[in-house]
């Protein structure tokens, strides 16, 4: 799987607002734009129960379309921007298409071709495989549009 430098750069900058302090306390992660988007009601009624073998933690918004597992956190975020076409970093899990870029602390992965989009940062603990299979309910209930993974 390859990366897109240039998105990467931009997701550091997300990802350091993103990232949960070590411990038992609230991973701290803001809803996106578009999480009022009744697609991302639906998605959230299907985060999964455990990720990677981690259990859910609490975040510090009450928006349900935010979720987190795991100390480092696994993040889940519904509502941000839908990448637009590429050809980098695409790579299919179970039918699902994700744009993957590499962090400095793991990696970030957008649903590619649905809107509004399902973002999943991985920590470098859990990122050797990343568990994005753990999310293919949830992001079944956004539609896929016309741009896919080749």
Same mark, same amino acid.
């Given at each position: 799987?390859?990366?897109? %430098? @240039?998105?990467?750069?931009?997701?550091?900058?997300?990802?350091?607002?993103? !990232? $949960?302090? +070590?411990?038992?306390?609230?991973?701290?992660?803001?809803?996106?734009?578009?999480?009022?988007?009744?697609?991302?009601?639906?998605?959230?009624?299907?985060?999964?129960?455990?990720?990677?073998?981690?259990?859910?933690?609490?975040?510090?918004?009450?928006?349900?379309?935010?979720?987190?597992?795991?100390? %480092? @956190?696994?993040?889940?975020?519904?509502?941000?921007?839908?990448?637009?076409? !590429? $050809?980098? +970093?695409?790579?299919?899990?179970?039918?699902?298409?994700?744009?993957?870029?590499?962090?400095?602390?793991?990696?970030?992965?957008?649903?590619?071709?649905?809107?509004?989009?399902?973002?999943?940062?991985?920590?470098?603990?859990?990122?050797?495989?990343?568990?994005?299979?753990?999310?293919?309910?949830?992001?079944?209930?956004?539609?896929?549009?016309?741009?896919?993974?080749?």
């Amino acid at each position: 799987m390859r990366f897109a %430098p @240039a998105a990467a750069v931009c997701a550091l900058a997300l990802t350091a607002s993103l !990232t $949960a302090c +070590g411990g038992e306390g609230a991973v701290q992660a803001s809803p996106p734009e578009q999480a009022s988007n009744p697609l991302c009601a639906r998605a959230s009624r299907q985060w999964p129960t455990t990720v990677s073998g981690q259990k859910a933690r609490k975040v510090t918004t009450k928006s349900s379309t935010v979720h987190a597992w795991g100390d %480092p @956190a696994i993040i889940a975020r519904c509502g941000v921007a839908s990448p637009g076409p !590429t $050809a980098t +970093g695409c790579v299919s899990v179970d039918g699902i298409d994700w744009v993957g870029s590499k962090l400095s602390d793991g990696g970030r992965y957008i649903t590619y071709g649905r809107t509004p989009a399902i973002e999943v940062l991985v920590p470098t603990k859990y990122n050797s495989l990343p568990p994005l299979g753990a999310f293919t309910q949830a992001v079944r209930q956004i539609p896929q549009g016309t741009h896919r993974c080749s």
